[in-house]
Nanobody
Framework: QVQLVESGGGLVQAGGSLRLSCVASGRAFSTYAMGWFRQAPGQDREFVATINCTGGSTRYTDSVKGRFTISRDNVKNTVYLQMNSLKPEETAVYYC???????????????????WGQGTQVTVSS
């Protein structure tokens, strides 16, 4: 069973940057699509970005295109989310998720993901 541990969250000023990391346990990481989601207080979980197993295909929600980059290192069993030009409204808990359907494409639908990390808080001050 895959386990995910996120890190890299914190407090940053508007316009600043953070890089989130998500380390996965298990040997099959390189066959799984991964995703990043976020959830602000009182709001639904929101799709941010997804990447397929090879890293050759990525998708983003429109609001982060050009500012966020998802990537992965299959040797280190890690997926990253580089976030630039952060906005106060992006304050949320950020979660990484694993789609444990080998060699499948990523998805923006949170229900398609099987394993979730514990989340890391990102706070953007104005």
């Amino acid at each position: 069973q895959v386990q995910l541990v996120e890190s890299g969250g914190g407090l940053v000023q508007a316009g600043g940057s953070l890089r989130l990391s998500c380390v996965a346990s298990g040997r099959a990481f390189s066959t799984y699509a991964m995703g990043w989601f976020r959830q602000a207080p009182g709001q639904d979980r929101e799709f941010v970005a997804t990447i397929n197993c090879t890293g050759g295909s990525t998708r983003y929600t429109d609001s982060v295109k050009g500012r966020f980059t998802i990537s992965r290192d299959n040797v280190k069993n890690t997926v990253y989310l580089q976030m630039n030009s952060l906005k106060p409204e992006e304050t949320a808990v950020y979660y990484c998720a694993c789609k444990a359907d080998r060699y499948s494409s990523g998805s923006s639908n949170y229900a398609m993901y099987d394993v979730w990390g514990q989340g890391t808080q990102v706070t953007v001050s104005s």
